[in-house]
Nanobody, 125 residues
Framework: VQLQASGGGLVQAGDSLRLSCAAS????????LAWFRQAPGKEREFVAA??????????IYLDSVKGRFTISRNDATNTVYLQMNSLKPEDTAVYYC?????????????????WGQGTLVTVSS
């Protein structure tokens, strides 16, 4: 499985950005997908996850991004998205997409087997 993340960049506080992650190599529609991020000097943290489409595409979010970020998936194009609105400087990080071979959607990094290379999001104040 290969994951390719894109869409990062430099924006100002309050702006929006949409990250994309294209997947290839295995059945996509049944896989839980997630976004994590890692800020400079900090550990990687969970941002959002979405269950496989056969499980209803249920979503979970980090509390600090609820209401601002939306994760979605398009199984026809094997792509997962992260729409980020009302960005804050504290959202600055490298964002990683991840795919799980398990059926359960999780906020734990250990549950995800495949990772993209990361895309940098920088939010200036």
């Amino acid at each position: 499985v290969q994951l390719q993340a894109s869409g990062g960049g430099l924006v100002q506080a309050g702006d929006s950005l949409r990250l994309s992650c294209a997947a290839s190599g295995r059945t996509f529609s049944t896989s839980p997908l997630a976004w994590f991020r890692q800020a400079p000097g900090k550990e990687r943290e969970f941002v959002a996850a979405i269950s496989g489409s056969v499980s209803g595409g249920l979503t979970i979010y980090l509390d600090s991004v609820k209401g601002r970020f939306t994760i979605s998936r398009n199984d026809a194009t094997n792509t997962v998205y992260l729409q980020m609105n009302s960005l804050k400087p504290e959202d600055t990080a490298v964002y990683y997409c991840a795919s799980s071979s398990r059926s359960r959607t999780s906020s734990q990094a250990i549950a995800y087997d495949y990772w993209g290379q990361g895309t940098l999001v920088t939010v200036s104040s």
